[in-house]
Each structure stands twice: as structure tokens, then as C-alpha cells.
């Protein structure tokens, strides 16, 4: 017999990963570069003997680095196996009822507020996929979260807008931050810790550090905050951080001219892309992200399915409001040469249809 709890259960469903390596993989928002080289010798390096250990439950290494470059000390951040595990422990120790985010906003919030028994409601954004402003100041929710820059639309919230949110509310606002390396500098909310107790950011290595396969995650926020996290964390798994996640990791963070020069990478060729498909006439959203929100010119699902059997996968929700778009990630020059002139053809193709009739 399985446990109600469990048989109610609505688990997030994460993007296809192939067994087929012919596929352009644009689907999950995975950096297209690989691990820097620092990180690549720290993995290298790892001794063996080292594993039958176990590693350090506070990861104080890798914690004071970053702590160092987000300027915070290191009883600011909580370290987690990715950041998907961190917005669960944030969801279970921040949040009272009444949580809300948007309506178009990372699937795995309302699964969280499943999994945990948490009322939530869901803002809708307006017609451009913005934040709609008086919805989130002076307001008395058990809880805000906003994902910034969005996802899946990719656009960010205006500049001063998060700390307005932060300031005028007395819950707890947690912004996450899996895509801000690619928004422009000064984005991120992170020094306004400082300042509001009541304020959590989250970061991922999985998106700009090209570290997706080691499952690492960071949050920023008051010693109040990050100590309810490490109480949930000691309660459910003391150890989430392997001792190979903690040495590549903090290479990668050592490694800042890595990270800078991947990151402008990626956002060269993003508007590179932004560009060639504006200029055939397909829309495509400001994005501040290593990926792009594309309205295809028939529905998103035919476009999904013309790319699919070119081999390049996207990622399409045939859900409300967002059925004509397609999430696509920003991969290497090459690869998003073959998305574009793909979308092209199939722009083409529709174009001569609605002609002929
Ligand atoms: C990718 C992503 C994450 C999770 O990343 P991890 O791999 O678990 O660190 C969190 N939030 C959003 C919005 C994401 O897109």
C-alpha cells in the first residue's frame, strides 16, 4: 500500500534527456560550453581515498568562496545538492500559507506547495509575460516567490522592482536566480540581504557554471533564514554535498574568467539568434536568460514536432497562454545555426500555405 500522501503527489516532469546523442539538445537549458579547465583538474585531482569519508555536512571550503564573491559571510549561504533541493527546503521553512508566484512561472513550485501541504495562488503576468506590479507590493501573503529572470518566458523583472517586493512586505520573498548570470550585471538581488531579513536568492551552478551534472546549489539570504534551512536539511539529509560536488565546484568558482567569458558568450550568440529570427518575422521575447521564448508562426506544438524530426529538441508546454511558444536554449553558434534556418524553412512553409489559401 502506498501512502496518501504519496498517491496525491503531482511530480514535477523535467525536460527529455535522449538516449540518441544525434539530437541538438535544446531543451533543458543546459549550458552548451563544458566545465571550465580549473574544475575539469580539480575532478582530475580528486583522491580516491578521500571517498570512504564522509564529506564536510557544511561544504566550509566551497561556502567561504562563495560567500567571498557574493560579498556575504559564510553563515549567509546554504549549500545544496542543486537548487531544486534548496527551493524545497525554502518552500518547507519559509512559507505559510497563502505562497504565491506567477502564473507562468518554473513548474516545480506548485509541486513543492503539493508535496508539503501549502496553500498557494498564482498571479497571473500581463499580456508581455511582465510582473504586474501592485500585485506584489505592500500585500499580505504567507509567502512570495518570483523566479528572476523568468522561466520559461526569459524576461526579467524591471530594475528596483524585486527590492520594492521585498521592502514592502513582511513575508518571506524568495527570488530565484538560476538565470541572472546571463541578465545584465547588477541584476541580482543577492546585496539586498543585507539589508531585509525577510529575503532569500538562490543560485544554481547548474546553468552558468556548466556543472548541471553535479547537482550544486547555493542561497543567499539573513542568518535567521539560512539557519532554518540547515535545520530542515539536518532533518532530512545531513550530507547533501559530495566531496567531488565540493572540489569541482570550487574550482569553478576560483575560476571567475571562466565563468565571465561563457557567460558573455552565450549571451553574444542569444542575440546573434534574437536577431536572425526577429528579422524573418518570428517573435521572440526580450530574454535575460541562456534561453529564449519563441512564438512559433502556427502553434507550438507543430513547431515542436517540424524540429523534433530535424532532430533538434525544444521544449514545448501545451498549456494556457503559452501553447504558441517554444523554450529554447541558447546552445553553441552552431547549433542554434541549425535552429535558426530550421524555423526559417518552417516559416516558409506556412507562409506559402496561408498564400495559397
Ligand atoms: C534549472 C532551474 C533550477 C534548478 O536548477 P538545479 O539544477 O536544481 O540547480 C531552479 N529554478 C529554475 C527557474 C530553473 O530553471
Request: aromatic share 12%; with cysteine.
Amino acid at each position: 500500500m502506498i501512502s496518501d500522501r504519496a498517491s496525491k503527489l503531482k511530480p514535477y516532469t523535467a525536460g527529455e534527456q535522449p538516449k540518441d546523442k544525434t539530437f541538438i539538445k535544446l531543451n533543458t537549458n543546459e549550458n552548451p560550453f563544458p566545465p571550465g579547465e580549473m574544475a575539469e583538474a580539480a575532478l582530475k585531482n580528486i583522491d580516491a581515498d578521500n571517498l570512504k569519508l564522509y564529506p564536510d555536512p557544511d561544504a566550509s571550503q566551497l561556502r567561504a568562496l562563495i560567500a567571498a564573491k557574493e560579498n556575504v559571510e559564510p553563515e549567509n549561504i546554504f549549500m545544496g545538492n542543486g537548487s531544486d533541493e534548496i527551493l524545497a527546503f525554502a518552500f518547507y521553512a519559509l512559507f505559510n500559507g497563502g505562497v504565491v508566484f506567477p502564473d507562468i512561472t518554473y513548474s516545480f513550485y506548485p509541486t513543492y506547495c503539493t508535496l508539503f501541504n501549502i496553500d498557494y495562488k498564482v498571479l497571473p503576468l500581463d499580456e508581455d509575460f511582465s510582473l504586474i506590479k501592485e500585485d506584489y507590493i505592500s500585500k499580505n501573503y504567507g509567502g512570495i516567490v518570483i523566479a528572476n529572470p523568468n522561466a520559461p518566458t526569459s524576461v526579467a523583472a524591471q530594475s528596483g522592482f524585486i527590492e520594492q517586493v521585498v521592502s514592502t512586505n513582511k513575508c518571506n520573498v524568495l527570488i530565484d536566480e538560476a538565470y541572472i548570470d546571463f541578465a545584465p550585471k547588477g541584476s541580482s538581488a543577492a546585496p539586498l540581504i543585507k539589508k531585509y531579513t525577510n529575503l532569500l536568492v538562490v543560485k544554481t551552478f547548474s546553468k552558468s557554471y556548466s556543472l548541471a551534472g553535479i547537482r550544486c546549489g547555493y542561497a543567499i539570504g539573513s542568518k535567521e533564514l539560512i539557519s532554518a534551512l540547515s535545520a530542515v536539511k539536518d532533518s532530512f539529509n545531513s550530507y547533501p554535498l559530495d566531496h567531488v560536488c565540493q572540489k569541482v565546484c570550487a574550482a569553478a568558482v576560483k575560476d571567475n574568467a571562466y565563468h565571465e567569458k561563457c557567460c558573455a558568450d552565450i549571451i553574444n550568440i542569444r542575440e546573434r539568434t534574437v536577431d536572425e529570427l526577429r528579422a524573418s518575422g518570428i517573435k521572440v521575447l526580450d530574454s535575460s536568460a541562456n534561453f529564449i521564448f519563441v512564438k512559433s508562426p502556427s502553434s507550438g506544438k507543430e513547431l515542436f514536432e517540424y524540429l523534433r524530426a530535424q532532430k533538434v529538441l525544444v521544449r514545448f508546454w501545451d498549456k494556457p497562454r503559452i501553447s504558441d511558444y517554444l523554450r529554447v536554449s541558447v546552445g553553441s553558434f552552431e547549433q542554434m545555426e541549425r535552429f535558426t534556418d530550421a524555423v526559417k524553412s518552417f516559416n516558409k512553409e506556412i507562409n506559402s500555405k496561408k498564400e495559397i489559401f
